[in-house]
């Protein structure tokens, strides 16, 4: 199995844990992309994950267009955090039906997961302890590059 394909079926099995994000575009308001929570559909084996998001402007203003955009997993109750930045494209979707949505394939450049820390039923003695072992410890968190993957695969 290559590097890569593990570091895919990780970000996938985290995606499909968490199965929530915060959804926000990067670039000048005029595709009119509001902040807002999705759902993933699928995040297939090239790194892309589908998803309908909301709309408010044209839909011919933003047709074939792809723009820097991330995505933040997260939910409360499951452990983990995963943050991804990367290029989202509008797929035309003539078989959708919902008014005010459209179809997303956001790929995946870079993403970083890190693991909450309970600390709310940790005692005084152990949070303090966790305290001065963080500041010299290595960071809680991996990193994910998936440019030069993605680069290579055109």
């Known amino acids: ?44 084996e090239e790194g892309n994950v589908w998803f309908f998001t909301a709309y408010k402007g044209e839909f011919s ?8 955009a991330c995505l933040e997993f997260y939910r409360k109750g499951v452990d983990g955090r995963l943050f991804t930045n990367g290029l989202a494209s509008v797929i035309r979707d003539d078989n ?12 995946i450049v870079h993403a970083r997961y890190s693991k909450n820390r309970n ?3 940790n005692s005084l003695k152990t949070r303090i302890s966790n305290f001065f072992r963080g500041l010299f410890a290595t960071p809680q968190f991996q990193e994910f590059d998936l440019q030069e993957a993605m680069v290579q695969s055109r």
Do not use: C, W
Not at 96 to 107: A, C, T
């Open 96 to 107: 959708s039906q919902e008014p005010g949505k459209i179809l997303i394939r956001f790929r």
């Open 1 to 44: 199995m290559h590097k890569r394909d593990k570091k895919l079926r990780f970000l996938q099995k985290k995606i499909g844990e968490i199965s929530l994000a915060m959804f926000r575009a990067e670039t000048d308001s005029l595709l009119q992309f509001p902040n807002n929570i999705i759902s993933p559909l699928r995040t297939d």
């Open 61 to 68: 203003k933003v047709a074939e267009t792809s723009f820097p």
């Open 119 to 121: 600390r709310f039923y």
